[in-house]
């Protein structure tokens, strides 16, 4: 479904989709233990800045207890994924926002028992777009490359002010023959403040940190 969606409008590089498995799909269920480990496979999801369904379209087909919502800004992805989902006969929730819209409707800040994001920009601006919809006690998973550690350790502060206590990066992926990847762990502790996100477009351009 993805390559045919892909010949009328592209959703993702033709190089990604060459290595569809191991690039992306594989690299998405990675995050499927960290989710049961936490007892979060049952739970509200939010993936914000989907993209063409990674990693929570994948999740949901995973683990079809999670409650998946599956957002992003532009248009003919999420045109895609309602597609997707149905033809799939999956019940998730798509929504075509942008996260700094998104995050001041109050059923979905404040509202996730976990949030993730994959490739969504630096650190700083991931944090800013996704913390917002973690419930306080859930966690974020960030998916990230290999200066996970680095970032994480840098921009500590700007978890603490969106209501984030980063507990660690999990190095995963390596057991199943892929290249190592990390994740960083978030947990929401607190509310994140009324002013974040900022407006559309600040948290990519003035990034936090
Ligand atoms: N997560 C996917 C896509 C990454 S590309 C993957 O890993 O393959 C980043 C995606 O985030 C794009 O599809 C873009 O439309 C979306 N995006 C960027 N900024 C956003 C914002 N502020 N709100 C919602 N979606 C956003």
């Known amino acids: ?11 993702m590089s033709e190089a990604g ?10 690299d998405a269920l990675t995050l499927a233990p960290l989710l049961r480990e936490a007892h979060l496979a049952e739970g ?12 929570g379209l994948v999740l949901k087909i995973a683990e ?6 599956l957002m992003d800004a532009t248009r003919k992805k999420t045109a895609y994924l309602q597609e997707a989902s149905a033809a799939l006969g999956l019940d998730a ?4 926002a942008r996260a700094e819209d998104a995050a001041r409707d109050p059923s979905l800040r404040d509202a996730f028992d976990a949030a993730v994001c994959r490739a ?5 601006v991931a944090l800013e777009l996704t913390l917002p919809f973690c419930r306080v006690g859930g966690l974020l998973l960030g998916q990230r490359g290999a200066d996970a550690q680095r970032e994480a350790a840098a921009q500590e502060e700007t978890a603490a002010l969106l209501g984030g206590r980063v507990l660690g990066v999990r190095r995963v992926g390596a057991e199943g023959g892929l290249e190592a990847r990390h994740v960083v762990v978030v947990e929401k502790a607190s509310p994140t403040p009324a002013g974040y996100p900022r407006k559309t477009g600040i948290p990519a351009k003035r990034p936090l940190g």
Do not use: E, Y
């Open 93 to 96: 929730d798509v929504r075509n």
């Open 120 to 124: 969504l920009g630096p650190w700083p």
């Open 64 to 69: 079809p207890g999670l409650r998946v919502t």
């Open 44 to 55: 509200r999801l939010m993936d914000v800045g989907t993209g063409a369904g990674f990693p």
């Open 1 to 11: 479904m993805l390559r045919s969606a892909n010949a009328r409008a592209s959703l």
């Open 17 to 26: 989709l060459a290595d569809l498995l191991r690039l992306h799909i594989f």
